[in-house]
């Protein structure tokens, strides 16, 4: 079994910081993809950020400049520092990770419980 392990989620204050981290554990080969996305109540969810396992990184336009993706593969663990935070990043923040697991060709696709990100104003 494979599970996706969110942290670092809270409230904080426009303009203020946060890290969340996602630390895989369970049985796998690799770890091909990495990511974050959100989802704010009555809202679709969305992506935030992604990373390849070669470290190659994506942004939402709307968060470009304030959060940085990484990952360290040693720890299978991705993070994503949150700066300048604003009242419209409230959302639930998920975990997502392509895993290579035994006796499956290709990589599945796994998600996080969540974390609850609040932005007061």
């Known amino acids: 079994q494979v599970q996706l392990v969110e942290s670092g989620g809270g409230l904080v204050q426009a303009g203020g910081s946060l890290r969340l981290s996602c630390a895989a554990s369970?049985?796998?080969?690799?770890?091909?993809?990495m990511g974050w996305y959100r989802q704010a109540p009555g809202k679709q969810r969305d992506l935030v950020a992604d990373?390849?396992?070669?470290?190659?990184?994506n942004y939402a336009d709307s968060v470009k400049g304030r959060f940085t993706i990484s990952r360290d593969n040693a720890k299978n663990t991705v993070y994503l520092q949150m700066s300048s935070l604003k009242p419209e990043d409230t959302a639930v923040y998920y975990c997502?990770?392509?895993?290579?697991?035994?006796?499956?060709?290709?990589?599945?696709?796994?998600w996080g419980q969540g974390t609850q990100v609040t932005v007061s104003s």
């Open positions: 369970g049985s796998f080969f690799s770890i091909n993809y």
């Open positions: 997502n990770a392509g895993i290579k697991r035994p006796r499956y060709s290709s990589s599945l696709d796994y």
């Open positions: 990373i390849s396992l070669g470290g190659n990184t």
